[in-house]
């Protein structure tokens, strides 16, 4: 342990991420310009990922490697001094008005490299690729016929746009991760790290461990409790995948079906209040609301994800007799209750969203607590030398978020400045034929596409400047169409043909990737109905009477088991392919119709009725079941 420490100390990168965290608490109390915070935090976020991820496989010798990345860490404190020399003059400047000098046009060019080089350092060339094509498109642009084009737009123009105003690299994005992401990233490292994480997994394993289907019952419950803290449904699969899955497997469930349950419950942690991922920090910064009214809106959504999911595990497991676990698989989980304390810091967080706190002091209070609550017991105690790790966790997972982040800069300056979003509204309704649902369609499509291969967060940025504009145009409201948008975006991580979840998944269990993705597909069928349910009913998203939410959000709940039921093929006995048929449209019928309607009315009695009526005339035969193993 002392070695490890020393070793810690001693690596530059801890020392950066110290000062990285200090930064940031520092203006969290001391707030300063943008021009000084956001490009601050943005160097140290560069610094950070050219120092944790080195240059290799170039087959260049060792030394030239080295070299580039010597002077790539150059160059990016060259940009650092640049912004702090330049601070008075880029906060006093006006725009379009001001002069642009040759080294103003010299640190554009040397950002815009540097955030690319970072990107595919980071996330891989799919983003990379992306950027660069919004970059030729607003360099090139003007030679494009027809709509497509616009009026050329001078380096010197861009040099400004991208680097010395709030309104590119610098702009909501980068404002974003200043402001929200980096202190939940916080919160979550350090929660992880005193035990939090296991706690869920151990909560899990107690709650619903011994009931039926307990395997993929625990995978479900532990992935979304692990949503509370962590924002990545890869990083999720990994943390608790790696416990999950096995567990899964020795119940009797295939290793298909055992990864595609974790990628898909790991998945809807991105849905989960009351962090919900990265992207809905955005959505807040984006809408200009507060956080907390988008965590509140994200509830029900959230709920009926892992309510349906839930619901398809149990009958599933009633249905093929697999899927429950031993008091072996149950033996050695240590008792609950002596750490039942350790839930304080989630506790905190709530509370303070809920009080009106801000989003950054709610979660400050957490993390402090984070910090304190483990020394109640002995049991719980974490040794303070395990603090320099935390800190250099933090930095590299901050550093891995800003980065990316940062450079979508690009992609919304120039959306604005061709008017691209425009026009791509227009030109999807026109390809829509004017047709809400096929227009619908055309965006889930587009989402969909967008995050294959995508960080959740930058598909949804990006989604949200192409997408959202058209479905206001539409006539759906700002919030359900931003919801829209981040859902389906999310969705794409267990979506073929490019699901990272479901790959990442398929690699814990040692399963055929593609395989694994066509079962998670198949299994979250219900998912790709909920978003339709808020854009027909806003009341989903907590707007509204409270009579509204509660009839909506019940029947929300309903529909989404009725489908699982039709999805499934049991409720107490097998369901032919007509009873199958019948629910699953009746659960469609009320999910995508207004609470109230007359279609919403006859679904849902339709639907209950025959459910009960299912559940009275199975109890007078013996019920019936297909051959386990699946």
């Known amino acids: 342990m002392v070695s490890n420490l020393n070793t810690t100390l001693r690596d530059p990168k801890t020392w950066l991420a110290l000062g990285f965290v200090t930064f940031q608490f520092w203006i969290l109390f001391n707030p300063q310009q943008p021009h000084l915070e956001r490009p601050a935090h943005l160097v140290i976020a560069l610094l950070m990922t050219f120092l944790a991820l080195p240059l290799s496989g170039t087959g260049l010798p060792r030394f030239v490697e080295r070299s580039v990345d010597g002077l790539i860490l150059l160059a990016t404190i060259g940009v650092g001094v640049y912004y702090w020399q330049e601070m008075p003059r880029l906060t006093s400047r006006i725009e379009n008005v001001s002069p642009i000098e040759w080294y103003d046009m010299a640190l554009a060019a040397t950002l815009v490299v540097l955030l690319l080089e970072a990107v595919r350092r980071t996330v891989g060339k799919i983003l990379l690729a992306v950027i660069v094509a919004f970059i030729c498109y607003g360099a090139f642009g003007y030679l494009l016929p027809g709509g497509i084009g616009f009026s050329a737009i001078d380096f010197d123009a861009w040099s400004e746009i991208l680097a010395m105003t709030t309104s590119g690299i610098l702009g909501v994005t980068t404002a974003t991760s ?112 507060p956080y907390a009214e988008v965590a509140l809106a994200g509830v029900f959504p959230a709920l009926a994800f892992y309510f349906a999911l839930f619901a398809s595990a149990d009958l599933h497991a009633r249905k093929y007799g697999i899927g429950t676990l031993t008091d072996e698989d149950l033996r050695g989980i240590a008792p609950v209750l002596p750490r039942i304390h350790m839930l304080l810091p989630v506790v905190v967080l709530v509370a303070g969203l809920m009080m009106g706190y801000s989003a950054q002091i709610a979660v400050t209070l957490a993390t402090v607590t984070c910090l304190l609550v483990p020394f ?255």
Not at 377 to 382: H, I, L, P
Not at 604 to 617: C, D, K, P, Q
């Open 178 to 289: 200043v402001n929200f992401i980096f202190y939940f990233i916080v919160f979550g490292v350090i929660y992880s790290a005193v035990g939090g994480g296991q706690l869920f997994i151990d909560i899990a394993m107690r709650m619903v461990g011994k009931s039926r289907g307990g395997g993929a019952k625990v995978a479900i419950v532990g992935s979304s409790l692990m949503g509370t803290i962590s924002g990545s449904a890869v990083a999720n699969v990994t943390a608790t995948g790696v416990f999950t899955i096995p567990l899964m497997r020795r119940t009797g469930m295939s290793g298909e079906r055992a990864a595609a349950v974790e990628a898909i419950a790991s998945t809807g942690g991105q849905l989960m209040p009351p962090i919900m991922g990265i992207a809905a920090f955005v959505m807040a910064e984006l809408l200009v609301i």
């Open 376 to 630: 109640v017991r002995k049991e719980t105690r974490y040794p303070l030398s395990e603090l320099p790790s935390m800190i250099l966790e933090t930095g590299k997972q901050a550093a891995t978020i800003a980065v990316p982040i940062a450079a979508i800069g690009i992609v919304i300056a120039v959306a604005i400045q061709s008017n691209l979003a425009l026009k791509f509204a227009s030109g999807l309704i026109s390809v829509g034929g004017g047709s809400y649902a096929m227009s619908l369609i055309l965006v889930i499509l587009g989402c969909i596409v967008m995050g294959m291969g995508l960080p959740t967060v930058a598909a949804y940025i990006i989604g949200a400047i192409l997408y959202v504009p058209a479905l206001e145009t539409l006539g759906v409201e700002p919030l359900q169409a931003h919801f829209f948008v981040m859902y389906f975006c999310i969705l794409s991580m267990v979506t073929p043909p490019v699901s990272l979840a479901s790959f990442a998944a398929a690699g814990v269990a040692k399963t055929d990737a593609m395989k694994t993705s066509m079962v998670a597909f198949a299994m979250c069928g219900v998912a790709f109905l909920i978003p339709f349910a808020f854009i027909a009913d806003k009341a989903l998203l907590f707007q509204g009477s409270y009579a509204q939410i509660a009839i909506a959000g019940v029947g929300l709940i309903v529909s989404t088991l009725v489908w699982a039921m039709g999805l499934t093929g049991f409720i107490v006995r097998n369901l032919n392919l007509m009873e199958r048929a019948m629910l699953m449209v009746c659960g469609a019928g009320a999910m995508i119709t207004q609470t109230g309607s007359l279609i919403w009315s006859v679904s849902m009695a339709v639907s209950v009725a025959y459910v009960v009526i299912h559940i009275v005339m199975a109890r007078r035969r013996p019920v019936t079941g297909i051959v386990a193993g699946k």
